[in-house]
């Protein structure tokens, strides 16, 4: 089975602060992704990455930025936290199969900013 | 069908009832689909997938009907359990410019009745 790890679960950070979502996947999968999830809204794509060291925005960058040092590694960061970024992230991986492969989540990290 | 605003659609069905969830996708160019399922506090979870040149799919307990012609997508749970309770939605794949472009509805809630 696909394993995709968000390292917290659940963080409190404040206004400012400098804040990283560590993910990690075993399956060996090319893509990875970084989506928030907001009551409404839906899943929405905040950068993803095809390639270690390669990155290319989503729908919603700004405020963000990310970092693929390793294949198995997606980490996002926050670099000056603000309230409007409280929200759950979900890190996700595929097979880059150009006509669509199936994308597995992780469980998820609520972030509460105050 | 999907909805946009603060409250998710939401399907009650009596335990041992079939449920059907409908979704409503937006690009004729999108050729791959998936439904999933997501469980309060955690991430979603791959339940079942249809290319686009197929119009049916079965898996244990579901069925994913697809129709091309009005870019409709539903899931069919069979004898629906409480543990189906969750929130439900699709995911549109196609390819774009080089990339998998993937969109996802906001959800359905299928709240099972005991």
């Known amino acids: 089975d696909v394993k995709v790890t968000q390292s917290s679960r659940y963080l409190v950070k404040r206004t400012g602060e400098k804040v990283f979502l560590e993910c990690v996947q075993d399956?060996?999968?090319?893509?990875m992704f970084w989506y928030r999830q907001d009551p409404g809204l839906g899943l929405r794509l905040i950068y993803f990455?095809?390639?270690?060291?390669?990155?290319e925005k989503g729908d919603i960058p700004e405020g963000y930025s990310v970092s693929r040092e390793k294949k198995e590694r997606f980490s996002l960061i926050l670099e000056s936290a603000s309230t409007n970024q409280t929200s759950m992230y979900l890190c996700?991986?595929?097979?880059?199969?150009?006509?669509?492969?199936?994308?597995?989540f992780g469980e998820g990290s609520w972030l509460t900013v105050v | 069908g999907e909805s946009v605003g603060l409250h998710l659609p939401t399907l009650s069905v009596q335990e041992g009832d079939n449920s059907i969830i409908n979704c409503a996708y937006s690009?004729?160019?999108?050729?791959?689909f998936i439904w999933y399922k997501q469980e309060s506090g955690k991430g979603p979870q791959f339940i079942i997938d249809?290319?686009?040149?197929?119009d049916k799919r079965q898996g244990q307990r579901v069925t994913v009907l697809l129709n091309k012609t009005v870019k409709h997508l539903s899931l069919q749970i069979a004898a629906t359990q409480p543990g189906d309770s969750a929130v439900y939605f699709c995911?549109?794949?196609?390819?774009?410019?080089?990339?998998?472009?993937?969109?996802f509805g906001i959800g359905t809630k299928l709240q099972v009745i005991p």
């Open positions: 996700a991986s595929s097979l880059p199969v150009i006509s669509g492969n199936t994308i597995y």
């Open positions: 399956m060996d999968h090319e893509n």
């Open positions: 990455s095809y390639d270690v060291k390669m990155k």
């Open positions: 690009n004729s160019a999108s050729d791959y």
């Open positions: 249809i290319r686009s040149n197929m």
């Open positions: 995911a549109e794949n196609r390819g774009s410019g080089g990339y998998q472009k993937v969109t």
